[in-house]
């Protein structure tokens, strides 16, 4: 047995030789820690890299192959405008139908025209127009008003701008019960029938240069802040030098000369011929009061929507980076 100054050892004999603390060797992570490389990566010298129109490109087909995402966007920017209310977005259908009815009488004693043909003329044109103002107001401050979901989140920015078209694309077809009304309702006589099936392929036209439009003002508009009340300016002006609540039949009835031919046809080539917005216009109202569109109204508006795509592309494209700064 082990005496009272012995140190007992499991291995036999005591080891007085415990080493200090300050005679260990520290040891520090750089010295038993592998080295750490970071990952080269190779890229193929022949693979060619994006371009920005391609990019954006890409950002809008994403925004509109993701239809399901657009769709209840717009469905609850309705039902969040409407909330509480007893007949929801049929107040925008009461609001139109008043104006058409007060300011149809009005106008069609002033132009002398039957109210029978004017006010579903009347109706149609100012459903439309309405449909292309609140679209083009509305994609002014798309991104502005999409400010925190493009600093937050990975989507594409494109689709701030399909979500306020499809929503006036709902409030459109409300609208437009207000002209099926007046035309069952005063019996409109349609010229060609068939060219109802036209409507259509117009609002699918008119939402193709809507949808490039929107593109270039929420651009400048979230660049230049300015331009806002310039586009605002401008749709006002164009209200009244278009044919909406006029005519184009009657654009100088009431003017007598030699030479009303010539001013006919010059007032006509300006406010008609050479006026984007008629052509907007006409492409939906013409089938919706039984008649074919001009070929030149096709024309201008196809090509604007296939020319304007592109050219929305090449800014989006060249501003896509910039976009979640300005706003």
């Known amino acids: 047995m082990a005496g009272d100054g012995e140190e007992f050892s499991f291995g036999g004999k005591a080891d007085d030789s415990v080493p200090e603390p300050a005679a260990v060797e520290s040891l520090t992570p750089a010295e038993n820690t592998a080295p750490v490389t970071a990952p080269v990566i190779v890229r193929d010298p022949d693979m060619k890299q994006p371009t920005p129109f391609m990019r954006a490109s890409s950002d809008l087909w994403a925004s509109l192959s993701n239809w399901t995402l657009w769709w209840r966007l717009a469905l609850l920017d309705i039902r969040s405008r409407y909330r509480r209310t007893k007949i929801g977005p049929f107040w925008n259908v009461l609001s139109v139908a008043i104006l058409v ?87 409109y006589p349609l010229e060609n029938p068939f060219a109802l099936f036209l409507a259509p392929v117009g609002l699918l036209i008119l939402s193709a240069n809507l949808l490039w439009i929107g593109i270039v003002l929420a651009v400048l508009c979230s660049r230049y802040r300015d331009f806002i009340q310039v586009v605002t300016s401008v749709l006002q002006i164009a209200f009244f030098i278009t044919p909406i609540f006029w005519l184009r039949d009657n654009l100088l009835d009431d003017i007598d000369g030699d030479n009303i031919g010539d001013v006919r046809g010059m007032a006509d080539f300006l406010l008609a011929q050479c006026n984007p917005f008629y052509h907007l216009v006409e492409v939906v109202r013409g089938p919706l009061i039984g008649e074919v569109p001009e070929p030149i109204t096709y024309f201008v508006t196809i090509g604007a929507a296939v020319v304007g795509i592109v050219f929305s592309l090449f800014i989006l494209g060249r501003s896509r980076g910039r976009i979640a700064y300005w706003v």
Request: hydrophobic letters at 55%; charged letters at 5%; proline letters at 5%.
């Open 101 to 187: 009815i007060a300011l149809g009488f009005v106008y069609a004693l002033l132009w002398k025209v039957p109210y029978e043909t004017y006010l579903p003329y009347f109706a149609a044109g100012y459903v439309t127009w309405v449909f292309i103002t609140s679209t083009m107001n509305e994609h002014s401050g798309s991104f502005m008003a999409g400010a925190n979901m493009i600093r937050s989140m990975t989507l594409p920015v494109t689709l701030h701008i399909v979500r306020p078209l499809s929503k006036n694309i709902l409030i459109f077809f409300h609208a437009l019960t207000v002209y099926i009304v007046a035309a069952i309702a005063l019996q």
